[in-house]
């Protein structure tokens, strides 16, 4: 990979672009059962203001990222959606009696910028029904679904009893396993993706 090439990458990927290293593609994991059934029209980055609803209960935070390909290369445009349930840990999902606040958006789509970055306001993900927390992600071009996966948190202590989460490799875990960390603007999560475009 070229030195200009490298130089344009996220801050994140200049290193193992400089030393000529691939790029792993961020691990895939089950959709699970509550992806919408109609994408809603609210569907935006902001997770907690559904139409003039606010939500205001769980930790606020930011959870975003970049999306390149295998070659560290930004993918413009890219979908990235995201869903998960509310603080009560109810999804809006028939499959889960629709009981989820109707103030949480529960869902978000944003395209990534020319950088391949995506931002999206929303919870710290909480834990139900047995699962640790995680956030649903699904990234898309166009008509083509490039990756579904799950994004953990960090030394939550459910990881290790989380059925999905212990049939991952150490090394998958590190990919879509994050800290939720205190910035100037809040709580956020930075999880890159890279995919095969």
Request: proline share 7%.
């Amino acid at each position: 990979m070229g030195a200009a090439a490298a130089l344009a990458a996220p801050a994140w990927l200049r290193p193992a672009l400089a030393q000529g290293k691939a790029l792993r593609r961020t691990p895939s994991q089950t959709e699970g059962p509550f992806y919408p059934v109609e994408i809603p029209v609210d569907h935006d980055a902001d997770l907690l203001r559904n139409g003039q609803a606010r939500y205001a209960r769980g930790q606020a935070c930011w959870v975003q990222g970049t999306v390149v390909d295998l070659d560290g290369r930004a993918i413009d445009g890219a979908a990235v959606e995201i869903w998960q349930c509310d603080e009560a840990g109810r999804y809006h999902h028939p499959g889960d009696g629709n009981r989820a606040d109707p103030a949480f958006q529960g869902f978000g789509r944003v395209l990534a910028d020319r950088e391949g970055r995506y931002r999206f306001r929303t919870i710290r993900p909480v834990q139900y029904g047995g699962r640790t927390p995680h956030i649903h992600v699904k990234v898309k071009l166009d008509r083509q679904e490039l990756l579904t996966t799950q994004l953990y948190v960090q030394g939550d202590p459910g990881n290790e009893r989380d059925f999905l989460w212990r049939r991952l490799s150490e090394a998958d875990r590190a990919l879509i396993t994050v800290p939720f960390t205190t910035a100037a603007d809040g709580l956020q999560a930075t999880f890159p993706i890279v995919v095969q475009a």
